[in-house]
C-alpha cells in the first residue's frame, strides 16, 4: 500500500503542476489525461481490495465513460455549474483522451503483471 500512496502523490504534484503552471496545451491536455489513469489506478489499490486487474479495469471503465459523457454532453443536461466539479468531469470530449487513458493503463498492467504471478 505504501507504494501505492507514494506514487499518488507524486503523480498528484505533477498533475497540480500541470494545472497550475501553464505549460504547453499538448502537455496540460494530453499528459495530464494519460497521468490521471496511475493517479486514480493507486487511488484504487490504496481504497480497495480490488485486484491489480480489476482495478485497472474499473479505472479505465470509469474514465472512458467520463469521456462518453463529455460527448453527449451530460454536464449540460445536468446543468451542472459548479466549476471544480466540472474539472472532474469534464467538458469537452476528445476521442484522443480515449487513446491518452489505454496509453496510461498499459504501463500499469504490464508493470503489475511482471511484478507478480497474479493471474490477469
Not at 25 to 45: E, M, T
Not at 78 to 86: D, G, K, M, P
Request: hydrophobic residues 50%; aromatic residues 12%; contains cysteine.
Amino acid at each position: 500500500m505504501k507504494k501505492y500512496s507514494t506514487i499518488f502523490i507524486l503523480i498528484l504534484v505533477t498533475e497540480i503542476a500541470i494545472a497550475v503552471f501553464h505549460f504547453h496545451k499538448w502537455i496540460r491536455y494530453y499528459v495530464g489525461d494519460l497521468l490521471i489513469i496511475p493517479l486514480l489506478y493507486c487511488l484504487v489499490r490504496m481504497i480497495t481490495k480490488l485486484s491489480k486487474m480489476k482495478a485497472a479495469l474499473l479505472v479505465l471503465t470509469i474514465a472512458i465513460a467520463s469521456e462518453i459523457s463529455q460527448y453527449y454532453k451530460l454536464n449540460e443536461y445536468l446543468n451542472i455549474t459548479n466549476r471544480v466539479l466540472l474539472l472532474f468531469i469534464g467538458n469537452s470530449y476528445d476521442i484522443i483522451d480515449i487513446l491518452a487513458y489505454i496509453l496510461g493503463i498499459l504501463p500499469i498492467i504490464l508493470i503489475e503483471k511482471h511484478r507478480s504471478n497474479e493471474t490477469y
